[in-house]
């Protein structure tokens, strides 16, 4: 196990809310670590041995900052793979292995990888530019994805009309037809370097019906044994084909006619893993670490049922951050709040989470509600 010599380095490529989680496992294990980001004042940047601000998708920032290192990890997929691939080649491990990176980070092409692999996905179409869509006939209502570059929604928009087409921007992009679904689901795959893997239990994703952003994660979701046993198979059939080393967290749909389609996966910890923080026996991050450091993977059964509840900033708000009625969920029980340490809020912007963990399905919905109407994320700035 290399990991506990003394002289092993962990590198990060990212230093959000998601890296300042992997963090917290890293110091639990005493794993020496570097992270890479743009901004001075990144989430990471307190709990990291060693902070190098610089751009991710620079292929020299990228060799540079990872010369030296055993092991690299992102916690962010935009990020230069070439630079990945040669640092591959100069022997660090990493992991995503940048191969099932570049599918991934293409959304274009990570349909085109469910196709060649027989998993189900919605129908859908790929265009260079958007030229190429103008020139197409287009079936409406649908679902217009930008290639690359988009996250939280904001490469996504439902098309409803040719003018809704006329405002797009010019990129390559994909035309998915609409699904009607039920419910999305997540599941969390680990796998190590070993090839063992283990999945974490199904959970559901409610979106807020304006922002296009999850506002509970629930776990276990409500859906049928059998359902759930469908849809942990197809999330480990994405995993094992893409060869990942280190967490995939798959998004599915379950639709009307209990169909499980692949939307989306992430190689890496997921929002829709936070719960696992206090309701799981291994939480996602440490389980990262698992997998990366190709140690034995953990247990990933639930304590209770979990519910997170994303804190993000106010309609209208812009400017240093404050949390109003703190104080309120935190005398809540069951209730653990995650500040991710951004000094800025926006509109939508993710700032941190709040985890419910009950015995009781009810109660644990409850205490959600209660947690996202009481604490507002505003600025007085
Ligand atoms: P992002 O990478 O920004 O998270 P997603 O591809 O997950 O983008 O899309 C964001 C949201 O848009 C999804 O969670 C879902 O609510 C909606 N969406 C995406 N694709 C479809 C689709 N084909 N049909 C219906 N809704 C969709």
Known sequence: MQYFTSNFRLGILGGGQLGKMLLYETRKWDVYTKVLDQA??????MSCNEFIQGDLLDYDTVVSFGQGLDVLTIEIENVNVEALKTLKKQGVKVFPEPEALEVIRNKSLQKNFYVKHGIPTSPF???ESKEALLNDTIHFPCVWKSAEFGYDGKGVQILKSTEDLHALPDTSCLIEEKVDFDHELAVIVARNEQGDVTTYPVVQMDFHPTANQVEYVVCPAAIPEHLAKKAKEIALMVATQLQITGLLAVELFLDKEQNILVNEVAPRPHNS??????????????QHLRAILGLPLGNTDSKAIGIMVNLVGAESYHGPVVYENINT???MKGVSVHIYGKTETRPFRKMGHVTVVDTDRASAYQKAKTVKESLIVKSHG
């Open 125 to 127: 179409k790929t265009y």
């Open 273 to 286: 893993g936070h719960y696992s923080i206090e309701a799981s026996y291994t939480n996602q991050f440490e």
């Open 329 to 331: 969920v935190l005398a």
């Open 40 to 45: 001075a004042d990144a989430p990471c940047r």
